[in-house]
């Protein structure tokens, strides 16, 4: 299977994303504090995360099979620094 370039979306569209995650992250930290860090500003990545998706769905109509693959290619480039950071976590 071989990957067709995708058009990009609008550079305001494109941006959408950040602006969610600051809002976000700007709304769990109002509410919740200096206890933000215990999950809330989690769930605000996580939520920009899903709109990063629906937006390159419906906008650029990518299929998740082109999501899995760019996922797959990140996590296997970061992985040794992902390893040295666990390490260096669990040596702390």
Do not use: R, Y
């Not at 959408?16 to 509410?31: C, D, K, Q, T, Y």
């Not at 998706?53 to 899995?68: G, P, R, S």
């Amino acid at each position: 299977m071989t990957s067709t370039p995708h058009k990009l979306p609008q550079p305001l569209i494109a941006l959408l994303p950040v602006f969610i995650l600051i809002i976000f992250v700007s709304l769990s930290v109002g509410i919740f504090g200096a206890d933000a860090l215990s999950g809330a500003s989690q769930m605000a990545l996580l939520l920009a995360t899903a709109v990063t998706l629906l937006i390159a769905k419906f906008t650029v109509n990518m299929h998740w099979t082109a999501f899995e693959k760019a996922l797959h290619k990140n996590i296997k480039n970061i992985s040794t620094a992902l390893i040295i950071l666990l390490i260096i976590g669990a040596l702390s």
